[in-house]
């Protein structure tokens, strides 16, 4: 409707026009061209389909020219036949009016051909614009999934060297890590075929996470939690949350003798969702490369997915390092 209204508003502008020759009158000018730009629009959506059965990349330029030509002949050839109808019909209210038309016919052929071929190219451009987007968009899914399926294995080959260091040590404690790792990976290759997960299973699978480094270190981890109840509806890219906790262990609490706190807090602030991970460090200790594939992960994911909007954030202190992730809070 508001296609055919746009084609009837230009049948009403041409129709105030055409009587500044002074052969016509307004309402015989405007009776005439409100119907003619409506055959018009209607022969404007030609190019839709032959423009989508003859891509303007795959088909040959002689050919291509050839049958866009032939196709503004026939267009521009049946409209000016409407075009006689209609002045036909109307010569007996408005005597005059078909020979009139019949003088102009030269005029309107070339405008109806060059608004076909306006049309075409249009055409073209929209199905350039719509074949760029689907490849932009294809090409991020892509890079999502090459970026999430980095993330079973990064933190598979983590958890089997400390399983191998505890079977010296404590078998039980590595039994007792070989059950929580398996349960952790089939939660994750689970929640890792969704593209979206609620906040509160990400959670869940995080604390399933903790379990398995509880195993390995005891009472030298600890985690303070702070959720705000309104973040659990909200969508968040899977195995997004696990990666920056497994960075707190890694480079926080497995560095110190006595371990420490990671504190894990999530605030929704109106259509923003913030979460920050806090873990403290030993300035003494070894240094280590502190954004690893886990944290070079999660910002491209980030960016790949939300653009500007989805931010991570690094703040390190003298004994403290935290990460702050902003992005947009979407319900499902």
Known sequence: MLYLAAW??????????????????????????????????????????????????AAAWKGLVQNHLLATVIVASAVTFG???????????????AALFGKAVPVITIFVALTYLLSTALHYAFFEIESARRAELLAREAQLKALK????????????????????????????MCVGLADFLRASLRLGERDTVPFGEEMALTDMYLGVEQARFGDR?????DIDPECHGCEIPALLIQPLVENAV???????ADGG??????????DRLLFRVSNPYDP????QARNGIGLRNVRARLEARYGAAGKMQIHATENSYEVTLTLPAQTS
């Open 149 to 176: 399926a980095q993330i079973n294995p990064h933190f598979l080959f983590n958890s089997l060297n400390s399983i191998s260091a505890l079977t010296s040590l404590d078998s039980a404690r590595a039994r007792d």
């Open 250 to 256: 890694k480079h926080g609490i497995a560095m110190m």
């Open 221 to 225: 981890l600890r985690v303070a939690r």
């Open 83 to 97: 075009g006689r109808l209609l002045a036909s019909v109307l010569d007996s209210s408005w005597p005059g009016v």
């Open 284 to 287: 003494e200790a070894p240094v």
């Open 261 to 270: 706190e990671i504190g894990i807090t999530g605030q929704r602030d109106h």
């Open 8 to 57: 009837i508003e230009l049948g009403v502008i041409l129709g105030l026009i055409a009587p500044a020759s002074g052969r016509v009158t307004r309402p015989e000018a405007v009776a005439i061209m409100i119907p003619l730009a409506i055959l018009l629009g209607v022969a404007c959506l030609v190019p839709f389909y032959i423009c989508g059965s003859v891509p303007l990349r």
